[in-house]
């Protein structure tokens, strides 16, 4: 159904699209970060083997419902060929498998990914890009718009420029968990409590209980290997009535789709794709109400287009430009097909590269659940 009075102002767009397009204006930095993501895939590469080598890579079953029958095998990845994505025909979770236990996972985390992560940080730290001078964010205005003020928690906090965001703007009192070290230390400095960022491997849980009258996840929940766990720590967490707001990329997209192995959302640590249907019975399931889902951000250049199409091989979001001028040049066809793209969002013809969701924990919740 085209709606046509939902189609979005060309000036948003420009906004969007020039956001989008941080790294590419700063090109020594843009040149360092593709270097350094190719050296985390080598990284990671040389770790699947000796995983694979050690027979810690196992095939499991669905990891929110359990079920190991009606599993079909979606794709291998073509830069690191052990890593293989399964869909869950019974809820409808996207997840990978063969994989490794929780602990020989999170040893990638707590490390940052052997530096490789801490290095980007760096580098966009030096060129100023870094994620702490990101001055607007989207979800932010929509919680408001729903939550004036109260106890915020970011879970999956990174470097905690949401939780800087939530205190300046909008006045929340903010607390954020990780499990990457050095993100921990450089949120805790940017807040200036470092009371307030918990380090998720050691924590008391239980005192989060009934804590927080909203409890935010920006790209989080993909990355944790039973995230129906996590959902039910979620509405424990939240005080009856408190709000809850979900991002992540998801499986259900257009992207997602055209690009098959390709796409960049089924990157190293997305263990947990959700789609609509998944993630909004889950959300029943453990009984939240008000919940509500909305796709957006098609994500996909010019470029990677054409060549999909063609069959030339290219990673998503990591394609190289040679030069400076190839990148200006670039930028006009790149911002042209993204608003095309993006009209035929609006106006609900294609899905969106990540669901936002929103749910509320029962007013009149008066025990906590498992
Ligand atoms: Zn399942």
């Known amino acids: 159904m085209v709606k046509l009075k939902q189609l979005p102002k060309f000036k948003e767009l420009h906004k969007e699209v020039m956001r989008s397009m941080r790294s590419y204006a700063d090109y020594s930095a843009y040149v360092q970060l593709i270097e350094n993501s190719r050296a985390m895939t080598g990284m990671l590469r040389n770790r699947y083997l000796e995983w694979e080598e050690k027979k810690l890579l ?35 979770l996207v997840f990978e498998s063969p994989f490794v236990d929780e602990n020989t996972y999170t040893e990638l985390y707590k490390s940052s990914f052997e530096g490789i992560e801490k290095k980007a940080r760096d580098i966009k730290e030096n060129h100023r890009i870094n994620d702490a001078l990101i001055t607007s964010y989207k979800p932010l205005e929509l919680i408001n718009m729903r939550q004036k003020s109260g106890k915020f928690l970011d879970f999956g906090c990174g470097t905690g420029w949401v939780m800087n965001l939530a205190k300046k703007r909008f006045g929340y009192d903010v607390y954020g968990i990780d499990i990457d070290e050095n993100a921990i230390a450089r949120a805790a400095r940017l807040i200036g409590e470092p009371d307030k960022v918990l380090n998720g491997n050691n924590y008391d849980e239980g005192e989060l209980n009934g804590m927080f009258d909203i409890v935010h996840s920006n790209q989080s929940l993909e990355h944790i290997l039973n995230p129906g766990m996590y959902i039910r720590k979620f509405y424990n967490w939240l005080s009856p009535g408190g709000l809850l707001f979900l991002s992540f990329p998801v499986s259900d997209s257009f992207v997602f789709r055209f690009l098959g192995e390709r796409n960049c959302m089924s990157q190293v640590g997305h263990i947990s794709m959700f789609s609509r249907l998944s993630i909004t019975s889950l959300l029943k399931r453990n009984g939240f109400t008000d919940i509500s889902f909305q796709h957006t951000w098609v994500d996909l250049s010019a470029l990677e287009f ?46 969106g590269n990540y669901g936002y969701v929103f749910a509320r924990k029962y007013e009149g919740a008066g025990h906590l659940r498992h």
């Open 306 to 351: 054409i060549k999909k199409l063609l069959g030339v091989p290219f990673t998503h979001r990591q394609v190289y430009v040679k030069s400076k001028a190839a990148i200006v040049s670039l930028y006009f066809p790149v911002s042209l097909i993204t608003i095309v793209l993006h009209s035929l969002e609006h106006i609900g013809f294609l899905k």
């Open 58 to 92: 196992k095939e499991r079953p669905c990891p929110l419902c359990g079920s190991s029958k009606n599993l079909e095998r979606l794709f291998r990845k073509k830069d690191i060929p052990l890593r293989a994505y399964t869909k869950c025909n019974s809820c409808d």
